[in-house]
């Protein structure tokens, strides 16, 4: 497929309302660095989450006058200042869905995870919108099949943010074009749940809420900087090596290979971080303190307990559902005092973007 098949030009008029609940992701091969319009640089793949969502109605009806009408509101407060952001995602998108142009739009958004979190909130906003905008279009227009619209909401959430793309389905998802793995795309995410061993199937995460202030440096930035970064080609070519190692880890269930591989992609997205220029610091004393402490507790006691990082400061624990008891003490032991408030937050596999109304 090519950018061009997912313009749609069919043109209609009609009053409804689409609902939708998308949910965040934490990615294992991380994606940093981007080309012009989104396209990554290196294929990433995720865990699609269950319990971390956003949930997002969107209204819609003929035009009434010629303004470009798009009201939003988040949490129930009218006109937040995050539509700003969501006005200027609609309206670079428009080319993609005709009934953008002569369509109102009343947009409400919330998530089931406190705002203030610091949990990236872009892949499940931004995954649930799409979903929406694709399903007005699915609805009203000449009918696709559903792979087809699958793709859509992939491709048009990923123009909202990169990781959003890989929300859509799950639990398992790949983001980019990969050797390894037939059908893959720079446009849209795959799923890739099949022949994967069942010890992943219900892995858990635990998200250990560290710092809950807004990043100083957006993930946006970040990403921009990878351009100029003198490691950047390295990391790239060792991305997608590691998509290759963790396609035969999910095949073996191989859990000493996989903790391996999701600790040091972790580490090398913060290293890359700290090699930018400017050079910029995400972690905080805690997310130290904490990643100390789950290695050497996974030294005593063998455990298969890992940890990643988002572009932030909070960790999360990945482990499977065998050993939930002994981790959740751990953690309520042991670790909960390094985070803010005590607050964390239990999640486990789930399947992506998901019909309400
Ligand atoms: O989707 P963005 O632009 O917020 O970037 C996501 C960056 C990471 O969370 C660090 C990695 C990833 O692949 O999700």
């Known amino acids: 497929m090519i950018e061009q098949?997912?313009?749609c030009t069919d043109d209609f008029e009609a009053n409804g309302i689409v609902k939708w609940k998308s949910p965040s992701n934490i990615a294992l091969v991380k994606y940093w660095g981007k080309k012009d319009n989104q396209i990554p640089q290196n294929p990433s793949i995720s865990f699609t989450l269950s319990k971390s969502n956003t949930t997002t109605s969107v209204e819609f009806k003929p035009?009434?006058?010629?303004?470009?009408?798009?009201?939003f509101d988040f949490h129930d407060i009218k006109n937040h200042p995050f539509g700003q952001k969501i006005k200027l995602f609609i309206s670079s998108i428009d080319k993609y869905?005709?009934?953008l142009k002569n369509h109102d739009l009343h947009i409400k958004s919330?998530?089931?995870f406190p705002h203030s979190s610091g949990i990236a909130s872009s892949a499940s906003s931004m995954s649930c919108l799409s979903s929406c905008l694709?399903?007005?279009e699915s609805l009203n227009s000449k009918s696709k099949d559903d792979s087809y619209y699958i793709k859509k909401k992939s491709f048009i959430a990923r123009l909202g943010s990169g990781s959003a793309s890989r929300s859509i389905e799950g639990p398992i998802?790949?983001?980019g074009s990969s050797s390894s793995y037939l059908?893959?795309?720079d446009l849209y995410a795959i799923n890739i749940s099949d022949d994967v061993n069942k010890v992943f199937h219900d892995y858990q995460n635990s998200i250990l809420i560290i710092d809950p202030g807004v990043k100083k440096i957006s993930s946006s930035i970040g990403h921009k900087l990878m351009n100029e970064n003198p490691f950047s080609n390295t990391r790239f070519d060792l991305a997608r090596n590691n998509i290759s190692r963790l396609k035969e880890i999910f095949k073996s269930g191989h859990l000493d290979d996989f903790i391996n591989l999701t600790e040091s992609e972790a580490l090398m997205i913060h290293s890359l971080m700290l090699s930018s220029n400017p050079y910029f610091i995400l972690m905080k004393p805690n997310t130290l303190e904490v990643i100390q402490r789950v290695l050497e507790f996974r030294r005593e006691t063998k455990l298969p307990i890992s940890f990643t990082l988002d572009a932030g400061s909070?960790?999360?624990?990945l482990y499977p559902i065998s050993v939930k008891e002994s981790i959740q003490k751990f953690i309520e032991a042991d670790l909960l005092k390094f985070c803010k408030s005590n607050t964390h937050i239990h999640d486990s596999l789930g399947m992506g973007s998901e019909k309400l109304m």
Not at 63 to 71: Q, S, T
Request: charged letters at 15%; zero cysteines.
């Open 314 to 317: 909070n960790v999360h624990l």
């Open 183 to 185: 059908g893959s795309s």
């Open 110 to 112: 919330q998530n089931n």
């Open 5 to 7: 098949d997912f313009i």
């Open 134 to 136: 694709v399903d007005i």
């Open 97 to 99: 869905f005709q009934f």
């Open 63 to 71: 035009k009434k006058n010629n303004e470009n009408n798009i009201l």
């Open 173 to 175: 998802t790949l983001w």
